[in-house]
């Protein structure tokens, strides 16, 4: 049972340029969150989606973060126009159940993106 | 308001020596987590637990959920724990994080 998958790994992106990020979660798993960890600070929030739908964004930028989870295939994190301050690893995780959540968290091997 | 404070930020400890890092929450809670990250690696969940004392191998989970502290122990430690223990509680639609403790053991 393969765990939570993300790619690419690495990411290198010029300013202005677009990155997609993508997560497919642990099988049986339809909720999925995902999390930016930025230099020397703890994981932040994005958010969470389940199968088609977005359940709460509250912690993604307003401008050129987007995200979907659409019925085939992975859930992708799109940043369009990155600048500098985009630079981070980006996780995401997948659960079986709705939150709040008390089992074991699931997550990915993380997306580093950085920006030149 | 949600926080979590994780101390100490680094540690630096010889091989064989006992380990405690700490954690500390704002807000009541029904489960924390305890994760650890290797340098440029993924995250891991170690353990998950709403009350007492939980034991895994060399590493120890205790949690006061009226104090709102838990601690991590690392009994006989080894290079190999050498990574990040990150500390975290579910509420909401979201998790909660600390910031990490930065753990490095000499041979």
């Known amino acids: 049972n393969a765990g939570v998958m993300q790619n690419p790994r690495h990411l290198v992106r010029r300013r202005g340029q677009e990155a997609r990020l993508r997560c497919s979660p642990m099988?049986?798993?339809?909720?999925v969150y995902w999390y930016r960890q930025l230099p020397e600070e703890g994981l932040k929030f994005m958010v969470y989606?389940?199968?088609?739908?977005?359940?709460?964004e509250s912690g993604m930028p307003k401008e050129r973060f987007s995200a979907e989870f659409p019925k085939e295939g992975p859930s992708i994190l799109r940043i369009q126009q990155v600048v500098r301050g985009d630079s981070a690893a980006y996780f995401c995780?997948?659960?079986?159940?709705?939150?709040?959540?008390?089992?074991?968290?699931?997550f990915g091997e993380g997306s580093r993106l950085t920006v030149l | 308001k949600n926080e979590v404070e994780q101390s100490p930020q680094n540690l630096t400890a010889q091989e064989g020596e006992f380990i405690t890092i700490n954690c500390s929450y704002s807000?009541?809670?029904?489960?924390l987590h305890w994760l650890q990250q290797h340098p440029g690696g993924g995250i891991v969940s170690l353990f998950m637990?709403?009350?007492g004392k939980k034991k895994h191998g060399r590493l120890i989970a205790t949690i006061n959920i009226q104090e709102k502290h838990s601690s991590l122990h690392i009994t006989a430690s080894h290079p190999r724990d050498s990574a990040v223990y990150i500390c975290?509680?579910?509420?909401?639609?979201?998790?909660?994080f600390g910031t990490g403790t930065s753990l490095t053991v000499i041979p």
């Open positions: 637990l709403s009350s």
């Open positions: 975290a509680y579910p509420a909401g639609n979201q998790f909660y």
């Open positions: 807000v009541g809670i029904s489960a």
């Open positions: 989606l389940q199968k088609e739908n977005i359940i709460d």
């Open positions: 995780a997948s659960s079986p159940g709705a939150p709040p959540y008390t089992g074991e968290l699931f």
């Open positions: 099988k049986g798993h339809s909720h």
